[in-house]
């Protein structure tokens, strides 16, 4: 096989490989500071896949479970579920926001204290059943907080 075949095929396999991985970003990622023998906590982000897939599960060495819930309305009172997978389009940024979607932090070993940062890792999997591991992390801001943006959703 002369060089030139050879150094084809190795960058269309680095390419195909690259293409395969999927990358998925997690921004803004922040939880709200607890109170004294609070034992959960949600976290809010925003995930962007490259790839189509759902978020599958999460985990922190901050908390002995964590889990992806919806808020939904039951009758006329709204209640907290936990989903099997949150879908993820690819290239289309997904909220996990107060109101909504959101991280459980369930079995807290310590109060989330404001300043601080909460480790988690996010397992994606996507539609060709490969799966990836994102690792971020979560400001911790204060338990108190004013609504400086208008991004209350009581409103919807």
């Known amino acids: 096989m002369s060089k030139?075949?050879?150094?084809?095929?190795?960058?269309?396999?680095?390419?195909?490989?690259?293409?395969?991985?999927?990358?998925?970003?997690?921004?803004?990622?922040?939880?709200?500071?607890t109170a004294p023998g609070q034992a959960a906590a949600a976290v809010?982000?925003?995930?962007?896949?490259?790839?189509?897939?759902?978020?599958?599960a999460g985990a922190s060495g901050a908390a002995k479970t964590v889990e992806v819930h919806t808020m939904i309305m039951e009758g006329n009172m709204m209640k907290m579920r936990q989903i099997d997978?949150?879908?993820l389009p690819a290239n289309k940024a997904v909220s996990l926001a107060e109101g909504g979607y959101h991280l459980m932090l369930i079995g807290l070993k310590k109060?989330?204290?404001?300043?601080?940062?909460?480790?988690?890792?996010?397992?994606?999997?996507?539609?060709?059943?490969?799966?990836?591991?994102?690792?971020?992390?979560?400001?911790?801001?204060?338990?108190?907080?004013?609504?400086?943006?208008g991004h209350e959703h009581n409103h919807h």
């Open 44 to 56: 809010q982000m925003t995930i962007t896949s490259d790839k189509a897939g759902a978020l599958v």
């Open 111 to 149: 109060p989330l204290k404001e300043g601080e940062k909460v480790p988690f890792e996010l397992t994606v999997q996507f539609a060709d059943g490969s799966k990836t591991t994102v690792k971020s992390e979560a400001l911790v801001k204060p338990l108190a907080m004013t609504n400086n943006g």
């Open 4 to 33: 030139k075949y050879l150094w084809a095929g190795l960058v269309a396999l680095v390419y195909a490989a690259s293409a395969s991985a999927g990358e998925v970003i997690v921004s803004d990622a922040w939880a709200r500071a």
């Open 85 to 87: 997978k949150l879908p």
